[in-house]
């Protein structure tokens, strides 16, 4: 049950009468208004914009957008729902609902238990095929912080589009062409040398120094033996590149499996000119070209000052402006190469042809200049018909006590995720990676996020829920033999909840639904971390509350409707805090000690 969405669809119904009057144009878009909490609890349940954002189409019968709200007030009030509809302001709405709502809303709650919030078809009631590309970290080395946070953010993102009732496809793409894996190739040869008794001396600038890559060398020993000394470069680069990577590919999949992390395809830069399927790149510029999207020509310099590679040549272009790109856009190299946005157009190509109706793609921060030509290039491969929705992660720095933490000694330049994993735990890093929107810089301080105190948000969270099951575990002490399961309490006496605490907890619970639909169509799964955490919050109070008054506890063994209806509360909170952590991918322990 959404009230929300509930309601939106009631006054979508009066704005359908009003247009059927030639009060509004028939055509309204009646998706563009929204119903919503107040900005003040004090104000009502629900707020309504519908006067404010059709004040245009209705300014011809209505006036102003005062009047227009005025009207929709006096129908509002003829629902057997409504208590109260009030104008306020330059013409919005505040609904106050009848008190028997909220127990209906909780009756639902239980009886859709851990689906409560879901949505079997989508926001709009219509389920799209979405693919979640994240992390793509090249496969050079282990992960780092930076990749968790977009690994946690991409996976967070698929739970919780699944959630919302899309179908979802995650994603990795692994970046095995170009210089970089040859770099780590000629670093894994230097590794196989050492493995086999030289003394190989400092790893060469330009080469990756890491001790990731030890490992790596005795396994190219142990299948190679010393066959591949005396061998030229051009006979073993490509052999140990391909195991190499093979092999950094399965650290990764550990790293991420660690943060129980897992994909369904992992896509290969190498097979869009080397597959099965041909030279997929020279396929995807063909396409375009036969749109008239590919024309030969040349670039006006960059602003400021010139770049050293800068050329001014004929050059094969995007027609990128065409879709709201800045400048057009080289698709092939000085020596006749593809340029690297040449191949992601083909793989995004894959992606298109693979029937998808949103690709989400989440890259770190540094490639934020990137997304207007991707942008470009999806809605040229498309029609328009696909979205792409870009998610730029921000960097995360890494603190212990307030000061930075040093280097990695594994990984040669930084600290790797699964050292920060095994530190704190799969359930701080999820947590804490998600309690910040993925496009604002985090601290993420190491001692914080274990510390046992309401400061730590993951922890108050998790506390929350066994503190909600320990409430139920009480009531059978205090009451053997009750019946706690969600259709008995459902029974229960639900008017009993007039406390105004415990009514806030309701509506917050209230929302739920609301902040899934919500956070799906904004691509945001913070607002779940920052919901939970409000609920939390809530529920605290009230638990401290009862603390200073008998009457507020939750089991109260003089009242046993009392303490039934507050349970079906309890057990409400705790399956949608459960709920919520799991599309985080947080755990929701039972007892904390």
Not at 49 to 65: C, D, I, L, Q, R
Not at 105 to 121: C, E, I, M, T, Y
Not at 210 to 218: N, Q, S
Not at 316 to 337: A, E, M, N, Y
Request: charged share 25%.
């Amino acid at each position: 049950m959404n009230i929300f969405a509930d309601f939106h669809a009631r006054i979508a119904t009066i704005l359908g009468r009003f247009a059927a009057a030639g009060r509004l144009p028939q055509d309204l878009d009646l998706s563009r208004f929204v119903v919503e909490p107040p900005r003040e609890a004090a104000l009502g349940d629900l707020a309504v914009n519908a006067a404010m954002v059709f004040a245009k189409e209705a300014k011809a019968s209505f006036g102003s957008p005062r009047v227009f709200a005025a009207e929709l007030a006096i129908a509002l009030a003829d629902d057997p729902d409504v208590a109260q509809a009030e104008v306020a302001g330059p013409g919005f709405i505040n609904i106050r609902l009848k008190p028997h709502i909220f127990p209906a809303v909780l009756r639902a709650a239980l009886a859709a238990g851990a689906k409560f919030g879901a949505s079997p078809q989508g926001r709009g009631g219509r389920a799209q095929k979405i693919n979640v590309e994240y992390v793509s970290a090249n496969p050079t080395g282990p992960m780092h912080v930076g990749h968790g946070r977009g690994a946690v953010f991409g996976d967070a993102l698929a739970s919780l589009l699944e959630f919302a009732g899309h179908e979802v496809t995650r994603e990795y793409y692994i970046n095995d062409a170009g210089a970089q894996v040859d770099a780590l190739a000629r670093s894994a040869h230097m590794r196989y040398r050492e493995a086999l008794g030289e003394n190989i001396g400092a790893i060469p600038e330009g080469l990756y120094p890491g001790d990731y890559l030890a490992p790596v060398g005795r396994a190219l020993a142990a299948k190679f033996g010393r066959g591949l000394l005396d061998r030229p470069e051009s006979e073993w680069l490509e052999l140990v590149r391909v195991a190499t990577i093979e092999a950094m590919m399965d650290m990764i999949r550990a790293d991420l499996a660690a943060l129980n992390i897992t994909h369904e395809v992992f896509f290969s830069e190498r097979s869009l000119t080397r597959g099965e399927g041909g030279d997929r790149v020279a396929q995807a510029i063909d396409y375009l070209r036969e749109k008239d999207l590919v024309y030969v020509g040349r670039l006006p310099p960059p602003k400021g000052q010139l770049p050293d590679d800068w050329e001014d040549r004929d050059q094969t272009l995007f027609r990128s402006t065409q879709f709201g790109d800045d400048v057009d856009r080289p698709l092939l190299k000085s020596d006749g190469g593809y340029t690297y946005f040449a191949s992601d157009i083909a793989y995004h190509k894959v992606k298109i042809d693979g029937g998808f109706d949103t690709l989400i793609d989440v890259w770190g921060a540094d490639h934020g200049g990137y997304v207007k030509r991707m942008d470009a290039a999806v809605k040229a491969l498309s029609a328009g018909k696909v979205a792409l929705d870009v998610k730029l992660c921000q960097l995360v720095k890494l603190m212990r006590a307030g000061e930075p933490v040093k280097m990695s000694k594994r990984s040669g330049d930084f600290v790797t995720l699964r050292e920060v994993v095994d530190e704190v735990g799969v359930d701080a890093v999820r947590f804490m990676m998600l309690f910040r929107k993925n496009d604002a810089p985090l601290e993420f301080d190491l001692a914080k996020v274990i510390d046992q105190s309401k400061d730590n948000a993951v922890f108050y969270v998790q506390y929350a829920h066994a503190r909600a099951r320990s409430v139920l575990r009480q009531a059978l002490a205090a009451f053997p033999g009750l019946d706690i399961s969600a259709a008995a309490l459902a029974a229960a006496s639900l008017d009993l909840l007039v406390d105004e605490g415990e009514l806030s907890l309701v509506k917050m619970l209230a929302q739920f639904p609301r902040v899934v639909e919500s956070a799906g169509f904004a691509h945001e799964p913070h607002r779940i971390a920052f919901y939970l955490h409000e609920l939390a919050s809530l529920f605290h109070a009230q638990w401290n509350r009862g603390k200073d008054a008998h009457d507020l506890r939750f089991v109260n063994e003089n009242k046993r409707d009392l303490t039934c209806a507050r349970l079906a509360l309890i057990l409400c909170l705790s399956t949608v805090l459960a709920t919520g952590l799991g599309v985080l991918g947080v755990s929701a322990p039972d007892e904390m000690r």
